[in-house]
């Protein structure tokens, strides 16, 4: 059974960094992309950007480019996002999603699986 | 930057056919996929590849696609089947993923 199991929720300061993680089960980590999408309450999805956990290669969003960063550690088989400094304007709900695999085993754009996402606030 | 653009909100009644649309310039050459997100929860895919319903998803889900538009279909809608429903798909150049601005389905 695949599985993403995100970290949970937290409560910080702005100014503060922060690391929530994304730990996958149930396929191969390293087959399959994960993308990070963002959800302000009450808001739409928002995609972030995704990683390719095989080589670590990322793709960001123009609006997130140079705010967050994706990692991964395959010993773990987890995703993780982080951010140097949080602003109130990144309180939100993460959530980190699994890419489909083309017929022809390449990547596609497409997501099927989701973690049940992590919530962050950030208030002074 | 790219946009997909859906309607705010649809209503049915029990058993009607809902109809969800989303429109975007690149739609005739790139794939969308439809998720639907009730309150609290993740989303989960409905619809793959514009028409493709995954394993699990009732019979009642299904895609179209014409032109610019894909559309959501959902025949004889449950009340259980209350949700936001959003649309994802990328831009030709494969280099901007985005997602429509969803549409609450309403079954009342």
């Known amino acids: 059974e695949v599985q993403l199991v995100q970290s949970g929720a937290e409560v910080k300061k702005p100014g503060e960094s922060l690391k929530i993680s994304c730990k996958v089960s149930?396929?191969?980590?390293?087959?399959?992309?994960i993308s990070w999408v963002r959800q302000k309450p009450g808001k739409g999805l928002e995609w972030m950007g995704r990683?390719?956990?095989?080589?670590?290669?990322?793709q960001y969003s123009p609006s997130f480019q140079g705010h967050v960063s994706f990692s991964i550690e395959r010993s773990l088989n987890t995703a993780y996002v982080q951010w140097r400094s949080l602003t109130a304007s990144d309180s939100a709900t993460y959530y980190c999603?699994?890419?489909?695999?083309?017929?022809?085993?390449?990547?596609?754009?497409?997501?099927?699986?989701w973690g049940q996402g992590t919530t962050v606030t950030v208030f002074s | 930057s790219y946009e997909l653009t859906q309607p705010p909100s649809v209503s049915v009644s029990p058993g009607q056919t809902a109809r969800i649309t989303c429109s975007g310039d690149?739609?005739?050459?790139?794939?969308a996929f439809w998720y639907q997100q009730k309150s609290g929860q993740a989303p989960v895919l409905v619809i793959s590849?514009?028409?493709d319903r995954p394993s699990g998803i009732p019979e009642r889900f299904s895609g179209s696609s014409s032109e610019t538009t894909v559309t959501l279909i959902i025949t004889g809608a449950q009340v259980e089947d209350e949700a936001d429903y959003y649309c994802?798909?990328?831009?030709?150049?494969?280099?901007?993923?985005?997602f429509g601005g969803g549409t609450k389905l309403t079954v009342l």
């Open positions: 999603a699994k890419h489909l695999l083309l017929p022809n085993g390449n990547a596609s754009f497409g997501l099927d699986f």
């Open positions: 149930g396929y191969i980590f390293t087959n399959y992309w």
């Open positions: 990683i390719d956990p095989s080589d670590s290669y990322t």
């Open positions: 690149d739609l005739s050459k790139k794939y």
């Open positions: 590849e514009d028409t």
């Open positions: 994802y798909s990328t831009d030709i150049t494969g280099s901007q993923r985005v």
